[in-house]
């Protein structure tokens, strides 16, 4: 049956398995043809021949290859109408997958061109109905194969058929990729295998545009178009020991693998693509949901999701993809081109915030990255980009970075690069950052200007200068022009000579004029010379601004601005203008450019600017400065006019006007300001800067041309600005300097008192003798006003200074006073000293009454603050012979002696001290006046301490009050045994004497009784009641021998009361109390006082209580100082036999220390060794045998003690360094004051024992982490006792030191070591790329550690036992002092027999001539360390110890000469002698070749 005729036959030929005729001609023919009837005609063959496709098979042979089955399936489903055939070519999709069909296809498109047509014929119709049930591996195709088929060729260029399949597909796998399974896998693989490739790709020029297009936006989709994706770029680091110890930010799986593709396969393709990576990312984080708070760990707003995380990814890339070292040698432009694109869309996007954080961090990072970029002529254009594109964004952040810049552009010889890129950043910089940028580094910091000067002046090369200056000259006139500042007329000549190189659309042109003009003149300030070009420029501009009346003209435009604008435009041009003025002036000294003379117009115009009453702040002080400075500059100033009509005192006037209007809220407020005169935010600014324009660079101008009446204003004005204000802490430190200023802050900030203070210091100040007799003059008027409110007759009693009616205005008058302690004396009038005293007395007196009463306007703190101001005046400038004559003023000063509060603060602790200072001097006029004509006006005062009620010493516990009386007694009782003989007095003052010390002495037995037998129970006041009772004791037996009298009426009580002392010393909580030391201190200097009176047996205790306040002192060096200078007084009045009995207990205590079977510390041999010390420097005359016994005795026990070399078994590292530092203080101590008792063997153990200091531990001590102690001595003190010992030596035994030069060397070359430090470079010898040096493993610090001295920790955390620079300095000095010449002492042996040889003045330089390249191997060896790979190259000595040893190392190349300088070269290995000719050629460039 022929199947064409009928349709059953048609159907079964069809689907038969019959192979004798080709089927897809039997199916074709019978589509076409017309006779055949099939009903439904075009789904029967659509079917068969879709599943003839699926079933077919993937070889050459299938029916998928075969061009026929693809033309038969187009021709069937193109003509029919779309609906219909959508119905029934989806039941048969539903039966039939052929998508795997479509993937194979694609695959061998290009080996079978014939299918294309026909296959995209149906792929167009027969796509969008699959694509629902398409699998992952068919969408995957969709984007794989395209991509592979180009990267497979890269020459292939694809025909439109193909493009339009290729492109259909992309677009499926762009709207189906979400649906994909495993995305993460699929994105890893992209990432590591063909991401390089679709960047090379997508790049092709010669692609179709759709078919690039398709293929980004599929590569985009992939990696950012998915939850899966934004996940995977956002997710955070998994740590490792890799990453943790790097110092840069680790990295996450997506940018890790990232980087490994672009280090594998190359990165010039990909690195491009980065900020279109970026764009996409924000895009998709945008459109997605995802909780970036939840990703990154922190609270995130929803505002700042997209910045956060488009910053989290710049980071990314700038840290692993983008990450290169400047240090090879390959082209790195096209990464920091990318870095430039991706920050250039950063801000064009809007999500460049400095103020987030993260975002800060990542642009200092960047900023470090592209100053260290500069230095490649490869990558310096992108880095000066990048820079100028973070400066226009925040100045702040390259204002820091400023100097760094200018050095590294400087290396180069680009600094006019640097000089450009500010213009461009200043001029586009808004007004609210222009006081951000004025205040910056940029214009305010004095070591970028300084650097910017030097790195003109070299580096700038003449070529350059004329372009330079015609930019900058040419950027200040067309910034003037877009200010609209000059009349039209001018502004169009001014531009005409020069085309714009600025946009007009500027958003702010008066803050870039300003601006510019500030960098304008530090520019040309710093060019040292200039041309004719430049010079005419110059000239130019000269004859434009200056000649002409523009600021005439700005200054009238400016009282009749209408808008805030165009004042704030008039002012700028102003500023400009009188910039300008100053350069101008400045230039005309060194370039010989012509100097503008003052005239009267100018300084009219400037006067009516100060009148102005809404004028700029900076605008203010700028006009001021400048009438000033050009008045002082003036030859007429030397002429003193000083009516108040002149055009000085006008101005003088006017900005008193101002300061007196403003000043209150800067005193209230207690205004500080940093000398910027762009930051003046407040009127009470201005006063600040004001004051500190006058009193800092005019006082002449004032002092010849200010009226009388200003400057009676401006006395008083000082007076107001010195009042304390409440709450300010000042110690009396400064004033009893009388001269130290109250200084500003660490941050440079400073208050207008701080000015007065630094004015009141000046010697400048007390030569003006016409402000100098105004302040005197408004001072008395001020402290006139006492006497208003003061009691009459003055201090009469308690209860009528009750009812003294305080005004408000004290703290004037405290000022007064607090002034005059910055007064010198000489000043003051004979006539006005008596005056200021008494009202200085009422005035103490009032302020003590006024901070008792419980309702006041002053603090008790004010109120001690206060009285020590007028006491510490009264201590100064008093006539103790006046002040005893005041009625009441001893007994006032007695009554408040002890009033402090508890705990008692510095202020109070002072104030005591000066208050009995006063006393001390009234008792000691007072005991003199006894001995002289004067007696009857003295013994009433007197009787009055006689007729006193003594009770109060009977109370161990009495107030503070009654313990200021009973100081007063002793006080009094001292002046007399001090100033007078007893013989010399009165006979009826001795009466009230004695009768007086008759009437004390009982009472203090009685307390001393109480305190031996109940010392357990006392509590602090009555320690504090027992250092008095103890003290007046002491003062009784002083007062007897004064008299006379050896019956000492209780013998030996100091030594009764040891046992006491030592279980108070070591009791709880009285041992804690800060009184018990004072109270050791009382029973020592007891002690000392009965040892003149008693015999050896005394001597002993004196020792034991030395060694036992020693021991408790701990960190109170208070103490410890009390302890030696009270032994130091009393041991130059000993005599010989007390002196020899103390050194045989000392060598006593050096004998046990040494023994073996006494445990170790069981003596403090730290306080045997400060007590011998004190020994020796103060021994008696006549005693030099024994001191020098003892100098013996202490070496030798110094060289048996093990501890000196290091802790061991046992001992801890504060203990050891402790003792160490002892003995080297002893040894410095006594090499310092008695040298002349050192003979060769003293010096020869000296060296032995610190060479046991120095020398590297034989086992590793343990780590301070921080000193428990706080008195342990730093490693840096130590280091310097030892080199003060060497450098006396040097100076003061010169022959001594020639004699042990092999030791010395040695001594040399150990502390040159101790510098050493670890090394701090980066490099692979570290362990992980880019770990620090310093973070070394154990073994390592091992390593280090053995090689210094054992109290040099330099691994360690705690940096009190690190050497610094100061270390180094002190080394240097040691070296150079081997060059001083001092006066030698000839050693027995070297003298003639029978002859003197002459002492002549030599230094130790050509004797040391052969061991100086013994230390300069040393030094090479210690340096060159870090380079040697069989060392370790762990240590080195670091650049700046170098620079400060350079002086010294100069010295011994000197000392050396050429004939041993070739020995040491061949002693040196390759790195060595590198270093070696460096240092000698730097020795060659500064010797000295002159003679004498």
Known sequence: MDPRRSSEAF??????????????????????????????????????????????????????????????????????????????????????????????????????????????????????LTLPKASDDFILTCFWAPLDALTSEPTFNPDPLTTEIWTRGLEAFRL???????????????????????????????????????????????????????????????????????????????????????????????????????????????????????????DVPSEMRVRVAATHFLGGCLSGPLAFSLSTSDNKRHVMETRLGLFQTMVEEGYLDTEDVDTKVVVQREIGFAISGLQRDDVRDAALEILTIILKLDFDLVNTAAPRILRTLSWTRTIQAHINGLVDCLVSTPANQYVAVSCGPLFASAEYAKELQQAIHLFLTPTQVPQLVKMLIETFKQLWGL???????????????????????????????????????????????????????????????????????????????????????????????????????????????????????????????????????????????????????????????????????????????????????????????????????????????????????????????????????????????????????????????????AGTNTEGQFNAADVVWNTFASG??????????????????????????????????????????????????????????????????????????????????????????????????????WRLLVRTFIDRTMNPETLVKVPGVLDHLVSTSGQVREPPSADDLELERVTFSILSKAFSALATSATGPDVESMRPILQQYIDADLSFIDDSEGGATDRGRMRSLSCLLDAFVRDTRYHEVDSRVKTL?????????????????????????????????????????????????????????????????????????????????????????????????????????VIQSVIVCFMLIYGFAGENEDVLKMLKDSLSESLRQWPTDQYSVAMGLISDYYRLSCAEKMPVGSINLGAVFRLSEVLIVDSPEGTGKYTHSLIQQSLLTMLRSSRLGGPTDGDSFEDCIE????????????????????????????????????????????????????????????????????ITLVRNQRDLVRTHFPDFTKLLCLLLSALKTVHEVLGPRS?????????LSVKSVELVQTGLPWWVLTCGNEANFKLDVKDARQLNRLVMSLTTKTFGKDLPSHRLRGLE??????????????????????????????????????????????????????????????????????????????????VWARYEKHRYTGTG
């Open 11 to 128: 159907i079964k030929a069809l689907k038969g398995k019959d192979t004798s005729t080709s089927k897809i001609e039997l199916a074709a023919e019978g589509w076409h043809s017309k006779t055949l009837y099939l009903p439904g005609k075009h789904s029967v063959i659509a079917d068969w021949v879709i599943q003839s496709l699926c079933d077919g098979g993937s070889d050459s042979s299938s029916p998928s290859a075969d061009a026929r089955h693809w033309q038969l399936l187009a021709e069937i489903i193109t003509p029919q109408d779309t609906k219909s055939t959508n119905s029934w070519l989806t039941t048969i999709l539903a039966r039939r997958n052929i998508l795997p069909v479509f993937a194979s296809t694609i695959l061998k498109l290009r080996m079978s061109p014939e299918v294309a047509e026909p296959f995209a014929v149906v792929y167009r119709h027969i796509l969008p």
């Open 176 to 298: 189906k990729f979400g649906q994909v399974k495993d995305k993460r896998r699929i994105i890893s693989e992209f990432l590591d295998k063909r991401i390089v490739s679709w960047a090379i790709v997508i790049r092709r020029v010669t692609l179709p545009d759709e078919l690039q297009i398709a293929l980004r936006s599929a590569g985009e989709i992939l990696l950012f178009g998915t939850t899966d994706g934004l996940l995977f770029a956002m997710e955070p680091p998994v740590d490792s020991p890799s990453t943790s110890k790097s110092s840069s930010p680790a990295l996450n799986s997506f940018f890790t693998s990232l980087k490994q593709s672009l280090e594998r396969e190359g990165s010039e393709a990909l690195l491009p693509l980065l900020p279109m990576f970026l764009q996409s990312f924000t895009t998709s984080i945008q459109r997605s949901p995802l909780d970036i708070s939840q990703i990154l760990n922190r």
């Open 483 to 741: 200010a609209k500042l000059p009349d039209p007329a001018e502004l169009d000549e001014m531009i005409t000579d020069g085309t714009s190189t600025l946009s007009s659309d500027i958003a702010d042109p008066t803050t870039a004029l300003s601006l510019h003009t500030r960098l304008m003149l530090k520019v040309f300030l710093a060019i040292p010379s200039l041309d004719s070009t430049p010079r005419l420029d110059l000239q130019d501009l000269h004859d434009r601004f200056l000649k002409r009346n523009i600021l005439q003209q700005l200054v009238s435009q400016l009282e009749t601005a209408s808008t805030e604008q165009e004042s704030t435009s008039f002012q700028t041009g102003i500023r400009a203008i009188l910039d300008l003025g100053y350069c101008m002036d400045k230039l005309s000294a060194v370039w010989g450019l012509p100097r503008e003379p003052a005239n009267d117009e100018l300084q009219e115009s400037l006067i009516r600017v100060l009148r102005l009453q809404r004028v700029d702040s900076e605008l203010l002080l700028e006009a001021a400065a400048a009438v000033l400075h050009q008045a002082s500059s003036s030859p007429s100033v030397t002429v003193p006019d000083s009516s108040p009509s002149s055009s000085l005192g006008v101005v003088v006037a006017l900005l008193l006007n101002h300061i007196e209007q403003h000043v209150e809220a800067a005193i209230s407020k207690q205004t500080s300001w940093g000398g910027q005169s762009a930051y003046l935010p407040s009127p009470s600014h201005v006063v600040v800067a004001l004051v500190d324009m006058l009193l800092g660079r005019y006082l002449y101008v004032l002092e010849h041309h200010a009226p009388d009446e200003c400057l009676q204003r401006l006395g008083k004005l000082l007076i107001r600005l010195s009042e304390i204000p409440t709450g300010s802490a000042e110690h009396a430190e400064s004033f009893q300097a009388g001269a130290t200023s």
């Open 764 to 865: 400048e100040f007390w030569e003006m003798r016409r402000i100098r007799v105004a302040l005197i003059s408004t001072i008395m008027e001020l402290t006139s006003e006492i006497d208003a409110f003061s009691p009459r007759p003055l201090l009469p009693n308690s209860l009528q200074l009750a009812d003294v009616q305080v005004p408000k205005s004290l703290a004037k008058h405290v000022a007064c006073y607090r002034s005059m302690l910055y007064f010198p004396l000489d000043y003051f009038t004979r006539a006005s000293k008596p005056n200021l005293l008494t009202r200085g007395i009422a005035l103490d007196s009032v302020i003590t009454v006024t901070g008792t009463k419980p309702a006041t306007f002053i603090t008790k703190k004010e109120a001690t603050q």
């Open 993 to 1097: 004497l004695d009768a007086l010390h008759q009437e004390v002495e009982p009472r203090l037995t009685v307390q001393l009784d109480q305190f031996l037998n109940s010392v357990n129970e006392k509590s602090a006041e009555a320690v504090t009641g027992a250092c008095l009772a103890v003290d007046g004791w002491r003062t009784s037996i002083k007062f007897r021998r004064w008299k006379g009298d050896s019956d000492t009426l209780r013998s030996s009580s100091a030594a009764k009361l040891l046992p006491v002392l030592s279980r108070s010393l070591s009791g709880s909580p009285v041992g804690q109390n800060p009184n018990v030391a004072t109270l050791g201190i009382a029973v020592f200097r007891l002690l000392l006082e009965e040892l003149r009176d008693s015999g050896e047996s």
């Open 1219 to 1286: 003792l160490t530092y002892e003995a080297v203080s002893f040894i410095e101590r006594v090499c310092y004051e008695k040298s002349s008792f050192l003979r060769d063997i003293e010096v020869g153990q000296i060296f032995s024992i610190l060479h046991t200091v120095l020398s590297p531990p034989s086992s590793l001590p343990s780590v301070v982490q921080s000193s428990s102690v706080p008195r342990t001595p730093t490693s840096s003190a130590l280091y310097s006792a030892i080199t003060n010992i060497l």
């Open 1327 to 1335: 362990g992980a790329l880019g770990i620090p040096r310093s973070r």
């Open 1397 to 1478: 040889r002459p002492n002549k003045v030599d230094s130790l330089a050509s004797s040391f001539s052969n061991y100086a390249t013994f230390v300069l191997i040393a030094y090479i060896r210690t340096v060159t360390d870090s380079y040697h790979l069989r060392s370790g190259g762990l240590t080195t000595l670091n650049k700046s110890v170098r620079r400060e040893l350079e002086e010294g190392i100069s010295e011994l190349c000197g000392m050396i000469g050429d004939n041993r300088r070739d020995w040491v070269y061949q002693s040196l290995t390759s790195d060595g002698r590198s270093l070696f000719k460096s």
